[in-house]
């Protein structure tokens, strides 16, 4: 392998070790990902103490310095600390391994996005995330988290993920009140009162566009009647009952889609139609358009309920247009 490579993509192998790494100098984006890597190393080996000058700058080309990208999900490492070496990091994946803590990345300063999803993480350690000031995703998903915290110097952060963890309640974002995009917190076990926290959904967020709470323990959506920027909001799932539980939502203009499926409201006949009438702005209800055609070919719930009998009479009208011209058809062969 040449020493100038800059790019380097091995996925899904049986790789157990890094070794040889550390020869590719000028390394800017490392892939290994769905490999048997136990340890991170060779990125940076040996100590850099006590090095005359050409060695300094020698080791100012190891991968550790120059890398930009590092994508090492689907392993098995339990330790992250070696990450600490690659200050130009800008994203890092590390997703579906074995790691507990998170370790060595505080002083990553160009970090734009990581993702410790999948892992077995049950703190959202400060020390460790509060030096990340310019990062704008985090993607903590599938961990074993119970608070939502440590991310109070992350103001530039947009995407939020702490999906399929163990919180009951919604706090400490202050610091994204400004920049915070969207959302997920999806299959956990946030009531409405954990929803409504002073420091969590009820600070009043200016870009939020998306919120997942899917698989929560909202029994209405009293939580979200003031985020006027809202686009998107999933809460299928949960135990909203009625259709004045869902009231509160009326405010927001902003909205184009709900997904509320698998609650005891969806059950009811005129479902999609009252869910329109409550925010006519709407184009879209769980994952069918709103007036469009279901998967069965049927007109679905929506709209106005002139424009929707409108469109059942353009059907009626094509539907005897269509028997006439085939009655009239029959006649003249039995003419003949």
Same mark, same amino acid.
């Given at each position: 392998?040449?020493?100038n490579?800059?790019h ?16 590719? =100098?000028?390394?800017e984006?490392l892939e290994?990902?769905?490999? $048997?890597?136990?340890e991170?190393?060779d ?8 090095k005359?000058e050409?060695e ?7 991968p550790?310095?120059n890398?930009?990208v590092l ?5 098995v ?12 990091l800008?994203?890092l994946?590390?997703?579906q ?5 998170i ?16 892992n077995?993480?049950?703190? $959202?350690?400060?020390e460790?995330?509060? #030096? ?8 903590l998903g =599938?961990?074993?988290?119970?608070h939502?915290g440590g991310i109070?110097?992350?103001?530039k952060l947009?995407?939020l ?7 009951t ?14 959302l997920?917190?999806a299959?956990?076990g946030?009531?409405?009162e954990?929803?409504?926290c002073p ?6 967020f200016?870009?939020l566009?998306?919120?997942? $709470?899917s ?5 209405d959506t ?5 985020l006027?920027s ?5 809460i299928?799932g ?10 509160y939502?009326?405010?927001l ?6 997904y ?10 005129e479902y ?8 006519p ?6 994952a069918? $358009? ?7 070919g049927?007109?679905? #719930?929506g709209g106005s309920?002139?424009n929707?009998?409108?469109?059942m ?7 005897i247009?269509?028997?006439?011209a085939?009655?009239?058809?029959? #006649?003249? =062969?039995e003419?003949?």
């Amino acid at each position: 392998v040449s020493g100038n490579l800059t790019h380097l993509v091995l996925r899904s192998h049986l790789i157990r070790t890094m070794e040889g790494v550390s020869k590719l =100098k000028h390394l800017e984006l490392l892939e290994l990902y769905d490999n $048997m890597i136990d340890e991170i190393n060779d990125l940076c080996p040996g100590e850099l103490v006590d090095k005359g000058e050409e060695e300094e700058e020698e080791d100012d080309g190891l991968p550790a310095k120059n890398l930009r990208v590092l994508d090492i999900s689907y392993n098995v490492i339990r330790d992250m600390n070696p990450i600490s070496q690659c200050l130009n990091l800008q994203e890092l994946y590390i997703a579906q391994n074995k790691i507990k803590s998170i370790r060595g990345i505080g002083q990553l300063t160009q970090l734009r996005k990581v993702d410790l999803g999948a892992n077995r993480i049950r703190v $959202m350690e400060e020390e460790e995330l509060s #030096g990340l000031i310019n990062l704008e995703e985090l993607w903590l998903g =599938k961990n074993k988290i119970e608070h939502i915290g440590g991310i109070s110097k992350l103001t530039k952060l947009r995407r939020l993920d702490v999906q399929s963890n163990r919180l009951t309640s919604i706090e400490n974002l202050e610091g994204q009140v400004d920049t915070l995009e969207e959302l997920y917190l999806a299959h956990n076990g946030i009531d409405v009162e954990g929803a409504k926290c002073p420091t969590g959904l009820a600070l009043p967020f200016k870009q939020l566009n998306t919120i997942d $709470m899917s698989r929560n323990r909202l029994t209405d959506t009293s939580p979200f009647a003031h985020l006027t920027s809202l686009n998107e909001l999933w809460i299928s799932g949960n135990d909203i009952k009625t259709f004045d539980d869902v009231e509160y939502i009326r405010s927001l203009v902003e909205l184009d889609g709900v997904y509320l499926e698998y609650n005891p409201v969806a059950s009811d006949f005129e479902y999609r139609k009252k869910i329109v009438e409550i925010v006519p702005n709407l184009t879209q209800i769980d994952a069918t $358009m709103v007036g469009g055609i279901g998967q069965h070919g049927y007109l679905t #719930g929506g709209g106005s309920g002139d424009n929707l009998l409108e469109r059942m009479r353009q059907m009626q009208d094509q539907v005897i247009q269509k028997a006439a011209a085939e009655t009239e058809a029959s #006649g003249s =062969k039995e003419e003949e």
